[in-house]
Nanobody, 121 residues
Framework: QLQAYGGGLVQAGGSLRLSCVAS????????MGWFRQAPGQEREFVAG????????YYADSVKGRFTISRDNAKSTVYLQMNSLKPEDTAVYYC????????????????WGQGTLVTVSS
């Protein structure tokens, strides 16, 4: 089970940190990803991390602004979002999959509920 939280309302240029807590099974061999879906748009990949060694990959739209990390002891994956823009407004989801560098939602098997991030201009 994956549970995402930490969304909220923030002004443009601000920061927010999302958390995704894994429970009920081990995800240590998985790749963890963050996706987002804005109103009327398809869900898109944001960032991914290999739980075992912490290797990361990002969508070009967030590279340099967002940082994905994990805390093994807390079974938690984080998404630190800095320099937020109104176009970052979306429902953010965390997910677990088996393949490195997976960027399509169908490549992920386990999903948490979304958390809404709203960036005001």
């Amino acid at each position: 089970q994956l549970q995402a939280y930490g969304g909220g309302l923030v002004q443009a240029g601000g920061s927010l940190r999302l958390s995704c807590v894994a429970s009920g099974r081990t995800f240590s061999n998985y790749v963890m990803g963050w996706f987002r879906q804005a109103p009327g748009q398809e869900r898109e990949f944001v960032a991914g991390i290999k739980w075992s060694d912490g290797m990361t990959y990002y969508a070009d739209s967030v590279k340099g602004r967002f940082t994905i990390s994990r805390d093994n002891a807390k079974s938690t994956v984080y998404l630190q979002m800095n320099s937020l823009k109104p176009e970052d407004t979306a429902v953010y989801y965390c997910a677990a999959g088996n393949s490195w560098n997976s960027r399509r939602d169908y490549e992920y098997d386990h999903w948490g509920q979304g958390t809404l991030v709203t960036v005001s201009s």
